[in-house]
């Protein structure tokens, strides 16, 4: 890897990001395939709505609302996925036009292709989850939906496109793709534009670790072989999710948790800790444990096994700072 170049690829990258803040609105588009829901506005014609989680994704020329889900033809799993659903994200559903299933072709192409996708009413969509979502017992409280049911059960058919990438945001897209293609190849890890692989490439970058490609069982690796859990955030609040006793084992074999923050806007790491995994494996079985017990005196259940660790929480477990952008600019 010639690290200068991957460098200033980076801080073309950030430019491109800030561009195109300035032009629409919308920011930190590197992040969790926001770069597919931004070709499938292209290809639709519609105007993203800025935002993440909770927010709907695009609209027309009319105002009407739509939300997107998408899968790529290189995912091991080919359907769309409703996560921390609800009775009042369910409801919500009946405010938008249509939502769309999207397939991005990513396999054998150069160039990533939105070529069909099935469009559902929200009022229609929400009567078949509200319905459906009754039969899930899964403690994350996630449906996937696939094309199958979307075919079969709401008798809804297939759309293509043209394939093509030539509406207001293509230019910007085609940008995007060709300078994570080079970044990809310098540190030899792909896929850095799904969930938050591309941050981790910038912690792995200052701790002279390789990020494994997609979602590997863990998340770096370092020139000895030895592996990492990466927990990356913008602020001092690292989420655990989904804690089971398969994933709390899988963190011992780590030879370190790494937590780092970033500045999505600025494109830097600010501080990375390392952390213990036997210390943190503990703290989250003691976070965990004093939650369930709360939920349970309110009568509650825990829908989703979640623990943030806070800064409070880094220096009681004596995590190592071991890289400070601000020791770094002294």
């Given at each position: 890897m010639n690290i200068n170049v991957t460098e200033d690829l980076i801080k073309q990258l950030k430019q491109i990001q800030a561009d195109f803040y300035a032009t629409f609105g919308v920011t930190d588009i590197i992040t969790n395939s926001k770069i597919f829901e931004i070709l499938i506005a292209d290809t639709l014609n519609h105007?993203?709505?800025?935002?993440?989680?909770?927010?709907?994704?695009a609209k027309d020329n009319e105002g009407n609302e739509f939300e997107y889900k998408h899968y790529k033809e290189s995912s091991s799993n080919h359907t769309w996925t409703f996560n921390d659903f609800s009775n009042t994200t369910i409801e919500k559903l009946?405010?938008?036009k249509s939502?769309?299933?999207?397939h991005i072709q990513d396999e054998n192409v150069l160039f990533p292709v939105f070529d069909w996708y099935y469009e559902v009413p929200g009022t229609i969509m929400s009567q078949y989850l509200s319905k459906a979502t009754q039969r899930i017992t899964n403690n994350r409280k996630m449906i996937n939906v696939g094309a199958r049911q979307i075919k079969d059960v709401l008798a809804f058919t297939k759309k293509t496109t043209p394939g093509l990438c030539s509406g207001v945001y293509s230019e910007w897209i085609k940008r995007i793709i060709d300078i994570v293609s080079k970044i990809e190849q310098q540190v030899e890890t792909g896929g850095i534009l799904t969930s938050n692989k591309f941050w981790?490439?910038?912690?792995?970058?200052?701790?002279g670790h390789k990020v494994q490609s997609e979602q590997a069982k863990h998340d770096a690796t370092d020139a000895f072989g030895n592996m990492y859990e990466y927990k990356v955030a913008k602020g001092s609040s690292w989420s655990f999710q989904d804690i089971s006793k398969d994933v709390l084992k899988k963190y011992l074999i780590d030879k370190s948790i790494i937590l780092a923050t970033v500045d999505k806007n600025d494109f830097v790491v600010k501080k990375i800790y390392e952390a213990n995994t036997k210390k943190i494996v503990q703290l989250l079985k003691r976070k965990l444990k004093i939650k369930q017990k709360r939920y349970e005196d309110k009568g509650k259940e825990i829908r989703r096994k979640q623990i943030s660790l806070t800064a409070k929480d880094v220096r009681d477990i004596k995590a190592k700072l071991i890289y400070s952008l601000d020791q770094k600019s002294e």
């Open positions: 105007k993203l709505i800025p935002g993440h989680s909770g927010s709907r994704d009946t405010k938008v939502i769309i299933f999207a981790e490439v910038l912690v792995a970058l200052q701790l």
